[in-house]
């Protein structure tokens, strides 16, 4: 009992931190670095509202931890605020679509957001769309959907949501309705109906990756507020920032890993965070990472990436996607499963290498022509752990042979 007394304590009377808060991924601080002419663009768009004209759709991508999330809540948070001032009726609703899973959960957040109540199930999609359009219709304003992670629902249910909600304004006389669409995947776009693209992609936004030094002035920024004074050694800032540089110009991975630095700080009982601490962050936060895309695979995709460990197993850099399928059919066999295609077993891989686990590349074989190769991006221990909660696939680990020094090929 006294050790969780002591955790309590420390817990209750922090040495590093003083408000944890700012390094978590949804906060919205008052000042964004290096994104003035994103945050202008964004606000030009959205201004007619005050008005009370219908706002164009609005499309944002980049790569994950660009600011896109931050920045349109930071505009739509300034454009209520402006529209109280002005006695102007405009409000917005956000939805994260991957945390939402369904077409019918979005439009539920939607009728929350107007008090209507919709139960949790029992009414088709379409009906829950015209209870929301006859809502609109009997009150004045101007409302902005934000659909984020616009390309998981895309993916997932195809793009009938988008084109009802993009076409929501012909049935409405009172109200305006626009939509802002944010993705990771520069490629959505191309995947959907051109009617919905023509109305979706009004406005463009192309949020570009942050280099060190912008990563370095963000982190600065919110170190101030989130730190106690002289609570970071002066090498985990520029630590922080270089490595998620490395990974595309994530802040949102440069903030993690300040977080978690100060966890592991705050676990030891230590009042300063060091550059050690920082390296200690990036492993546990790459294995709960892996770990957690792991569990989720469906079990053709722990086989596929059995087969990869396999394949690359003891001292061998990389595989062909050859190899890994046919070490696949060897594991279905054992299994009494029916087998996969290789196409796609192939698409795993992709999804799997877009995921980060893996890493694949084309590589020239002379005369032999090309060939994709495959090896592993993450750390193998986080990925064997993950696997062996699948009771299906802990014996087949067996045949695994991996030196016990190799962490993984990023490192």
Do not use: W
Request: proline share 3%; hydrophobic share 40%; net charge neutral.
């Amino acid at each position: 009992m006294s050790n969780i007394d002591e955790i309590f304590n420390a817990a209750y009377k922090p040495k590093v931190f003083k408000r944890r808060e700012v390094l978590l991924p949804d906060y919205v601080p008052d000042f964004l670095p290096h994104r003035d002419q994103e945050i202008k663009r964004i606000a030009l768009t959205l201004s007619p509202a005050l008005r009370m004209e219908r706002p164009s759709n609005v499309f944002i991508y980049g790569l994950t931890g660009t600011g896109k999330t931050a920045v349109t809540k930071f505009v739509l948070r300034k454009l209520e605020e402006n529209a109280k001032q002005k006695n102007v009726k405009i409000g917005y609703i956000y939805a994260n679509v991957r945390h939402r899973e369904t077409p019918y959960r979005i439009l539920a957040d939607i009728a929350d957001y107007f008090n209507m109540r919709i139960p949790f199930t029992g009414l088709s999609t379409g009906e829950v769309f015209n209870r929301i359009v006859k809502k609109l219709s009997n009150i004045e304003g101007v409302f902005i959907i934000v659909l984020d992670e616009i390309d998981f629902l895309v993916k997932k249910y195809g793009d009938d949501l988008l084109y009802n909600l993009t076409r929501i304004n012909e049935q409405l006389t009172k109200s305006r309705v626009s939509i802002i669409g944010i993705t990771n995947s520069v490629k959505m776009v191309e995947s959907l109906d051109p009617r919905v693209k023509s109305s979706l992609s009004e406005e463009e936004i192309v949020f570009s990756p942050y280099d060190a030094k912008q990563l370095q002035d963000i982190l600065n920024q919110r170190a101030d507020d989130a730190f106690n004074e002289n609570a970071l050694d002066e090498e985990v800032i520029p630590l922080c920032a270089a490595l998620a540089a490395r990974e595309h110009g994530d802040a949102r991975r440069a903030l993690d890993l300040l977080r978690v630095a100060g966890e592991i700080a705050e676990r030891d009982n230590r009042s300063v965070v060091t550059k050690e601490d920082v390296t200690r962050a990036r492993i546990e936060i790459e294995r709960d990472r892996v770990g957690d895309v792991v569990k989720t695979l469906p079990l053709h995709g722990k086989l596929i990436m059995t087969s990869i460990l396999l394949a690359t197993g003891m001292g061998k850099d990389y595989a062909t996607t050859g190899e890994i399928y046919d070490n696949y059919k060897r594991l279905v066999t054992s299994l009494g499963l029916e087998e996969i295609t290789l196409r796609r077993a192939s698409g795993i891989i992709s999804e799997l290498d877009m995921l980060g686990i893996i890493s694949g590349r084309i590589i020239s074989r002379g005369r032999y022509g090309k060939t994709r190769v495959i090896s592993l991006a993450s750390d193998v221990n986080a990925i064997i752990q993950a696997l062996k909660e699948d009771p299906a696939i802990a014996d087949l680990l067996s045949e695994v042979k991996y030196d016990g020094n190799r962490k993984d090929n990023s490192m």
